[in-house]
């Protein structure tokens, strides 16, 4: 699908969702180029009387959400989050999901992990039979080369993510990504518990047995997985 198609979905899906929030909810609002147009058209509700209050899983997020009107606190500052949407980098058969593309998938975790409904939206080049994405940890930088080794003894193919001046990427944490790069995630759940071992990663992309719902935007419509 060439990349006018896809952004028509992502604009589509994001469109779409923002019907499943309601009057009064507390809303945990995911990061990158899908939710932009979520949040984009979120704000038109809220401009048009919509009560909600957003919690923001990035930075960025809070910023846009805040500058068209939505009401804005932290994960801390609300008592529980009704629901949850986010987009995704991919998705498996098994609706287990890869974050953090964006670089923000640790913000992301700890608002999804809060939220009592999480509801994915995705144009169709996201899903997948097997995982096989860059599965993106957010590492401490004190010891990030030491554990770049050790990730790469362990033939999981890591690299550390930069930016377009060859600087480490930060994400709002102040911490690296180091990318690992796998032909095919056979075992998610194997791996995530490995990962989840490993002193100095803070958090590992694998979104596992989060997603309660997932748009996925088709050429002819949206098709709704619960
Ligand atoms: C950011 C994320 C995003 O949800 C993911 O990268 C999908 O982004 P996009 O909607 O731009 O394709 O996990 O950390």
């Given at each position: 699908?060439?990349?006018?198609a896809?952004?028509?979905?992502?604009?589509?899906?994001?469109?779409?969702?923002?019907?499943?929030?309601?009057?009064?909810?507390?809303?945990?609002?995911?990061?990158?180029?899908?939710?932009?147009?979520?949040?984009?058209?979120?704000?038109?509700?809220?401009?048009?009387?919509?009560?909600?209050v957003?919690?923001?899983?990035?930075?960025?997020?809070?910023e846009?959400?805040?500058?068209?009107?939505?009401?804005?606190?932290?994960?801390?500052?609300?008592?529980?989050?009704?629901?949850?949407?986010?987009?995704?980098?991919q998705?498996?058969?098994?609706?287990?999901?890869?974050?953090?593309?964006?670089?923000?998938?640790?913000?992301?975790?700890?608002?999804?992990?809060?939220?009592r409904?999480?509801?994915?939206?995705?144009?169709?080049?996201?899903?997948?039979?097997?995982?096989?994405?860059?599965?993106?940890?957010?590492?401490?930088?004190?010891g990030?080369?030491?554990?770049?080794?050790?990730?790469?003894?362990m033939?999981?193919?890591?690299?550390?993510?930069l930016?377009?001046?060859?600087?480490?990427?930060?994400?709002?944490?102040?911490?690296?990504?180091?990318?690992?790069?796998l032909?095919h995630?056979?075992?998610?759940?194997?791996?995530?518990?490995?990962?989840?071992?490993?002193?100095?990663?803070?958090?590992?992309?694998?979104?596992?047995?989060?997603?309660?719902?997932?748009?996925?935007?088709?050429?002819?419509?949206?098709?709704?997985?619960?």
């Open positions: 699908m060439d990349s006018e896809v952004k028509k979905q992502k604009a589509e899906v994001g469109r779409e969702a923002v019907d499943f929030i309601k009057d009064g909810m507390i809303v945990g609002i995911g990061s990158g180029s899908t939710m932009w147009y979520l949040v984009e058209a979120l704000g038109k509700r809220v401009q048009a009387g919509l009560n909600i957003g919690v923001p899983t990035s930075k960025y997020t809070r846009h959400a805040e500058r068209l009107g939505i009401m804005m606190k932290n994960v801390d500052e609300v008592d529980h989050i009704d629901l949850t949407i986010d987009g995704a980098d998705i498996d058969e098994n609706y287990q999901g890869i974050k953090g593309g964006g670089a923000s998938h640790l913000m992301e975790k700890i608002v999804a992990v809060n939220s409904k999480n509801m994915w939206i995705v144009d169709e080049t996201k899903t997948v039979k097997t995982l096989s994405y860059p599965v993106p940890l957010e590492v401490i930088p004190y990030s080369k030491q554990l770049e080794k050790r990730l790469a003894k033939g999981l193919n890591p690299r550390l993510r930016d377009e001046n060859q600087q480490p990427v930060l994400t709002d944490s102040k911490n690296y990504i180091i990318d690992l790069f032909d995630i056979d075992d998610p759940k194997e791996l995530a518990s490995t990962l989840d071992s490993i002193t100095g990663i803070v958090e590992h992309g694998f979104f596992l047995d989060i997603a309660n719902t997932i748009i996925v935007q088709h050429p002819d419509g949206p098709q709704i997985i619960n």
